[in-house]
């Protein structure tokens, strides 16, 4: 089964510093996509080199499900880098798994204010408008995600998952699964699912 990371280990996250100016710059992200590899998200305002042990260790903590101590080192980092992304995001994830999700939406869209075009702020956020009960919203967040980067599997599946399970449309979960399974080939679960669709709908492989 395919599960979600935190940012800080998913893909390839990459923070580079901006040039000094003298007005303060709008803070972003650059997008860059490698269709075979993934992307790479570059912050214009990263994490301070003085936070990113703390970073690490948050994260760290986290992974083990110590979400109560993850989530104080990362308010912290946040604080410490208010015009970063990523620690909004991980936040997000960290407050969603830990039933906050209030608190989970705030720091999502606090993301997406500081990198508009972040494909993973917009899956988080779908996952919560899922977990909420905002179907539709959760499958615009899903379809933005994927517009910025179609080969998101994360967001694929998720989308699948939610047309299937929530909207009841199958030919969406249908082509979600088949353009998931297209990214990530191995998930048995995916495969049942399809082959469970196409007898419910039926249609032959």
């Not at 690490?56 to 992974?63: F, G, R």
């Not at 101590?69 to 308010?75: D, E």
Request: aromatic share 6%; net charge negative; with cysteine.
């Amino acid at each position: 089964m395919i599960t979600r990371s935190f940012l800080l280990l998913l893909g390839s996250l990459l923070l580079t510093a901006c040039a000094t100016t003298t007005e303060k710059p709008r803070p972003t992200s650059r997008i860059d996509v490698q269709e075979d590899v993934g992307f790479t998200i570059t912050e214009a305002s990263p994490v301070p080199d003085g936070e990113r042990l703390e970073y690490s260790q948050a994260i760290a903590q986290l992974e083990e499900g110590n979400h109560a101590r993850g989530i104080a080192m990362l308010t912290e980092v946040a604080e410490a880098a208010p015009n970063a992304a990523g620690p909004q995001i991980d936040l997000g994830i960290a407050q969603s798994e830990a039933g906050n999700l209030e608190a989970a939406e705030r720091h999502l869209l606090r993301a997406l204010e500081l990198s508009p075009d972040h494909p993973v702020a917009y899956n988080e956020l779908g996952i919560v408008y899922r977990k909420t009960g905002r179907f539709q919203e959760a499958k615009a967040a899903y379809e933005t995600a994927l517009s910025i980067f179609p080969g998101y599997h994360y967001a694929r599946r998720n989308l699948g998952v939610l047309c299937d399970l929530y909207l009841g449309d199958l030919n969406c979960a249908l082509d979600a699964y088949n353009a998931y399974m297209a990214t990530v080939p191995s998930d048995p679960e995916a495969a049942m699912w399809i082959a469970d669709i196409r007898n419910r709908l039926g249609t032959q492989e």
